[in-house]
């Protein structure tokens, strides 16, 4: 819905917050005003309050509409009737160009949290859980599969989204390609970063335990307090050589 004001220009509440989230975006919640957006709006500030009560109505429409939109666009895919892997492939991939096309309201909803409400803050929560869970049950089902490698699926989840979700904070369309970041992305993800010929290392921490880690650490010390002992007698035994002349320090020519 659209209201005329006394300015040049209409308003309408997707305009709204699409520019207070920008201006968000840019200086922060708490350093906008309602003049600075009625301003970069090109209306007067009471026509503002047709829409909204306070600035904080705004921060919440911006959750709002961002976390709703990125389930519709994603969650979806993981009720395919396609292989997990495959279901997994297109979700990451639809929800880096998400991040890529609402950067200023995702970083928005990435760093302003705590001004919301505890009641706006707990249904954000659910709201993002749900949104993980719908990765972790495909990550699940492809582990099962044999075709994700074993492990805990909650933290590959949580690891592949905040690497795509950081996106926010240098991704450029002036200066990348969103297509090719997709790719790289989903090939890192998949892949890992070691060449497929490298050798294979287990994941860090490589103890199963402690203790194991304690041993480990003990074995190596004592082989390192071996080199440098036969080090030292090395050392021990040039230098007796030396004060017997029969190492000479050339100067020049051959003693």
Do not use: C
């Amino acid at each position: 819905m659209e209201r005329a004001t006394n300015g040049q220009q209409r308003v309408t509440m997707e305009r709204l917050v699409a520019v207070a989230g920008e201006l968000f975006a840019e200086r922060g919640y708490r350093a906008t005003t309602l003049d600075d957006l009625a301003d970069a709006l090109n209306v007067k500030k009471a026509s503002l309050y047709y829409y909204i009560d306070t600035k904080n109505t705004l921060l919440r429409a911006i959750y709002d509409q961002i976390l709703g939109r990125i389930a519709e666009k994603v969650v979806p895919i993981s009720e395919l009737d396609l292989p997990p892997d495959e279901r997994l492939r297109r979700m990451v991939s639809s929800h880096i160009e998400f991040v890529t096309l609402e950067r200023s309201l995702l970083s928005v909803v990435f760093q302003e949290e705590w001004e919301l409400p505890e009641d706006m803050q707990e249904t954000i929560k659910q709201m993002k859980h749900s949104y993980e869970n719908a990765f972790t049950k495909v990550v699940e089902e492809g582990q099962q599969k044999g075709l994700l490698r074993a492990g805990s699926a909650r933290f590959m989840v949580l690891g592949l989204l905040g690497m795509t979700n950081w996106m926010y904070t240098w991704y450029d369309a002036d200066r990348h390609d969103q297509r090719e970041i997709i790719g790289e992305f989903v090939q890192l993800l998949e892949h890992g970063w070691l060449a497929s010929d490298a050798p294979a290392r287990p994941a860090w921490p490589r103890a199963d335990s402690v203790e194991s880690a304690l041993s480990e650490s003990f074995t190596l010390v004592r082989e390192l307090r071996e080199r440098a002992d036969s080090l030292e007698s090395e050392l021990t035994f040039a230098r007796e050589r030396l004060d017997q002349g029969v190492i000479g320090i050339r100067t020049g020519e051959s003693p």
